[in-house]
């Protein structure tokens, strides 16, 4: 599918973008709300400044997107992953975040604000203090992603 192809259905009222895959495209400073898109996939998409809101992303799939600033709110997250993604003052709010996987992402200046019953899982990143974690791990401050609303 095309980022044209998708504002246009969007724009026509269609919310149901379930698999879709997207890549090499610009969605910065979309705003778009109550849209499905489970188990998308979106390789090399630029999503700076994108808004979302009550947007269902389970298990989508984000590889070498751009972040920057893009605001999430009210939304489910479960089992996404961002893989070697720009994450750099990302801010998500009431979001369901159990499971998230984020593998070589930089998440300087990143608010991770939601509840879940699973924590979120982090490999080789770059906090948002700046300070590089090397390896795995499930918490990057002592506690878990679940019942957070508070930078990571």
Known sequence: MTIEELLRRYAAGDRDFPNIIL?????????LQNIDLTGAQFNYVNLSRLNLHR????????????????????SHLQYSRFFDCDLREFNSSRCD???????????????LGGFGEDPCNYWDVI???GVFISGFTSNLYRSSCSNTNREV
């Open 127 to 129: 906090r948002h203090d």
């Open 23 to 31: 890549e090499y495209a610009d969605l910065s400073g979309v705003e």
């Open 55 to 74: 947007c269902e992303l389970g298990s989508a799939k984000f590889w070498y997107c751009n972040f920057t600033e893009a605001r999430i709110t009210s």
């Open 97 to 111: 975040i159990s499971s998230v996987n984020f593998t070589r992402v930089n998440l300087q200046g990143a608010k």
